[in-house]
């Protein structure tokens, strides 16, 4: 009788590691993931906002499935909104931190931005984490080699508004 609290108390202990650990491999609502696969297949026929709008659907129904925010985030790296992407990755990194994606993707999105040296502490946590083979490792590594581009402007962009005038 006298173990029988530490016997219960050890019992529940395991039951909630278990359940815990089951809690990040969830398969998402069954009507997110019909929203996720029209999201992916947008963004992969070159429309990011219309996979943002599938993609910020899913989130609406399944607010608790962490991997959209990987989704929303490329979608928006894909319309040029780097920050809005940064954003994106560290929700994900707080659900998760140690989710090798988010870590290469801010930092992909944090060289685009230009911010080379954050990015590289991004790369330094990844080597440690899971290694310089790692294929998450080696995409941010190529970014950071790439650097940031430069940002190009098109003549309309900067087109004078014509004036008439009477002489």
Not at 55 to 72: K, S
Not at 129 to 143: F, M, V
């Amino acid at each position: 009788m006298r173990f029988a609290p530490a016997a219960a108390a050890l019992s529940l202990l395991f039951a909630v590691t278990a359940s815990v650990s089951q809690a990040g491999d969830r398969e998402p609502d069954p009507r997110a993931a019909i929203l996720i696969a029209e999201g992916r297949a947008a963004l992969t026929a070159g429309q990011p906002q219309k996979a943002t709008d599938s993609f910020e659907a899913a989130l609406a129904v399944d607010p608790a499935f962490t991997p959209i925010y990987l989704d929303l985030a490329e979608a928006s790296r894909r319309e040029g909104l780097q920050g809005k992407a940064i954003s994106y990755y560290r929700e994900t990194l707080k659900r998760d931190p140690d989710n090798f994606a988010a870590m290469s993707g801010e930092g992909a999105a944090l060289v685009e931005k230009g911010a080379v040296e954050k990015a590289r502490l991004n790369l330094t946590r990844l080597e440690s984490l899971c290694g310089s083979n790692c294929p998450e490792t080696r995409k941010l590594a190529t970014a950071i080699a790439r650097g940031p581009q430069p940002r190009v402007l098109t003549a309309e962009a900067v087109m004078p508004e014509a004036v008439v005038t009477q002489n």
